[in-house]
């Protein structure tokens, strides 16, 4: 069970006890990685009995995520709902909101990141388990077919060659 209805960060160590200088700025990436990393901490803090980071499994991932659903602001209909399938419905409905397939993903991305990068191994990495990867997928598929968009990896784009300079007219003869 969950003591606290919102997301609170821990404070951050004292003065000193961070690996990272005040001189350094940290790029986006890297301050949202922190971000996340002291939610899940502060969540597994507030975890009834309270959850050390060693004892934490791919289990108690997925129970962070659904946790993590009651702040979400995509609108995934049910199936019974008329307009199940429909990417733009054309009025509201009572279908509930939960956190975006993409927005989970990025999330779980820099938590295994962070997870090894605060001292976890690769092999015992909870963000990284068969059943947390099974989970996002389902929740891709849930999302596109409730959406009715089906989801497909975004092919890379190659750079266009530069276009050609057109030919410089020769001066006017005088």
């Known amino acids: 069970m969950i003591a606290t209805t919102t997301i609170t960060t821990i404070s951050s160590p004292p003065s000193g006890s961070?690996?990272?200088?005040?001189?350094?700025?940290?790029?986006?990436?890297e301050n949202q990685k922190r971000r996340?990393?002291?939610?899940?901490g502060q969540y597994l803090q507030n975890h009834r009995p309270p959850l050390s980071l060693p004892r934490c499994?791919?289990?108690h991932v997925l129970e962070?995520?659904?946790y993590l659903d009651q702040f979400g602001k995509t609108k995934v209909h049910?199936?019974?709902?008329?307009?199940?399938?429909?990417?733009?419905?054309?009025?509201?409905?009572?279908?509930?909101l939960?956190?975006?397939?993409g927005s989970l993903d990025a999330l779980i991305g820099r938590l295994r990141a962070a997870f090894e990068e605060n001292g976890g191994q690769p092999e015992n990495n909870?963000?990284?388990?068969r059943a947390v990867r099974l989970y996002l997928r389902e929740v891709r598929?849930?999302?596109?077919?409730?959406?009715?968009?089906?989801?497909e990896k975004k092919k890379r784009k190659r750079p266009l060659p530069p276009a050609p300079l057109p030919p410089v007219p020769p001066p006017p003869n005088r």
């Open 64 to 66: 962070f995520l659904r």
């Open 98 to 101: 939960r956190q975006a397939w």
């Open 36 to 40: 996340d990393w002291n939610t899940f």
């Open 126 to 129: 909870p963000f990284g388990a």
């Open 57 to 59: 499994s791919g289990a």
């Open 18 to 29: 961070s690996p990272i200088s005040p001189s350094t700025t940290l790029s986006r990436y």
């Open 141 to 151: 598929d849930l999302q596109s077919k409730a959406r009715g968009i089906s989801y």
């Open 78 to 96: 049910t199936n019974l709902c008329p307009f199940f399938g429909h990417p733009n419905p054309p009025a509201p409905c009572p279908c509930p």
